[in-house]
């Protein structure tokens, strides 16, 4: 089968053919008919997170049919439409028992270290493969699994509330899913930092109010449409020191800024200030735990969750065009998300 992978850290993805994955009993063999490209992806491309061993087929945003289903394999059959948890996890280690699957101690993430859907066909745990509705385009339904569920994740983990107010750092693929599901969760206001009035613009239709930080200072601009009382929660999703240390200033009282977004710089705080003073709060988050999953499908089936503008770009499976998607990600450009359709 083809695949398009990974060989040496800094260099273009390559084209390869490789045989098909082996099956176990408790296994589904997916055609892949979507594979979204990640940030993460350009990530393990340039080296900057790990990734391996080398050669290694990226690609963990994965949605398509099960072709094959090993022999004890219950809740499948061949011609299932499934979307994949990119998280492999034993299920008895003490994280996996305490329902911190993603920190399980032989933990792999597909596409980072084992091969992911940048391919014609993937094997996985039958456990890993969820159904996808017939509501939910294969497209959409690959890039929930990463970007809708990790926004998902972090506004659990900022403990959201009704009525609540919401700045979204990052109008990007995790951003337009983060704005939605505040507003479907029951924040009353969501406002969209960006500096790209075209995707504030898109963040606008899904009913955030946009903030154009190019302009002026973004943390300011909340202050005033906030009557200075700033946001409840902060979701940082764009990984720059400068976006962080903008996301824990625009907290109210009791504030909570949830931090998605990857750097290894750091950045200043004003611990008195921005966080005794408040009582607020820094929350690290990490992709997303395997039981987020059904009630977000279930919200991108009901129409809560729109993916539809999302994807802006649809590519054949050819390692010229990918390394090209990809490049055009590592400047910011503006499409949101590209898949690669089969
Ligand atoms: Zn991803
Ligand atoms: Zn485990």
């Known amino acids: 089968m083809k695949a398009i992978r990974l060989t040496k850290v800094g260099k273009p993805l390559e084209m390869q053919e490789i ?156 951003g337009m899913s983060a704005i939605q599901l505040a507003r479907t969760l029951g924040a009353f206001e969501v406002y969209a930092v960006d500096i790209n009035e075209e995707k504030l613009q898109l963040a606008g239709k899904y009913g955030a109010i946009p903030i154009n930080s190019s302009r002026s200072d973004p943390v300011a601009q909340i ?47 004003n611990s008195y200030f921005e966080l005794l003073g408040k009582e607020a709060e820094i929350i690290g988050c990490a992709d997303h735990l395997f039981c987020e999953l059904a009630p977000l499908i279930e919200l991108v089936r009901r129409g809560r969750l729109d993916l539809s503008q999302v994807v802006t770009g649809m590519i054949p499976l050819e390692a010229g065009v990918v390394n090209k998607a990809m490049d055009a990600m590592e400047k910011f450009g503006s499409g949101i998300r590209t898949v690669i359709s089969l």
């Open 19 to 174: 045989p098909l994955p082996s099956l176990g009993e408790k296994d589904v063999l997916v055609e892949v008919k979507a594979a979204g490209i990640c940030h993460s992806d350009v990530h393990y491309r340039a080296g900057n997170s790990p990734v391996g061993p080398l050669p290694q087929t990226l690609g963990h945003e994965i949605a398509g049919i099960v072709k094959k289903a090993g022999s004890r394999v219950k809740h499948l059959q061949v011609g299932s439409r499934v979307c994949l948890h990119y998280q492999l996890s034993c299920g008895d280690c003490s994280y996996c028992r305490r329902g911190m699957e993603q920190f399980c101690s032989t933990g792999m993430m597909l596409g980072k270290y084992c091969d992911g859907g940048f391919a014609e066909y993937i094997a996985v745990p039958a456990r890993n493969a969820l159904v996808l509705p017939e509501e939910i385009p294969f497209a959409q339904g690959a890039i929930m699994m990463c970007s809708s569920a990790t926004s998902f994740h972090a506004l659990q983990k900022a403990r959201l509330k009704p009525s609540e107010r919401v700045a979204v750092f990052g109008a990007g693929g995790l």
């Open 223 to 269: 202050y005033h449409r906030t009557d200075a009382r700033g946001v409840d929660v902060a979701v940082e999703l764009i990984g720059l020191p400068e976006t962080m240390s903008q996301a824990v200033r625009s907290l109210a009282t009791f504030g909570r800024a949830v931090l998605v977004g990857i750097t290894d710089k750091p950045f200043p705080v």
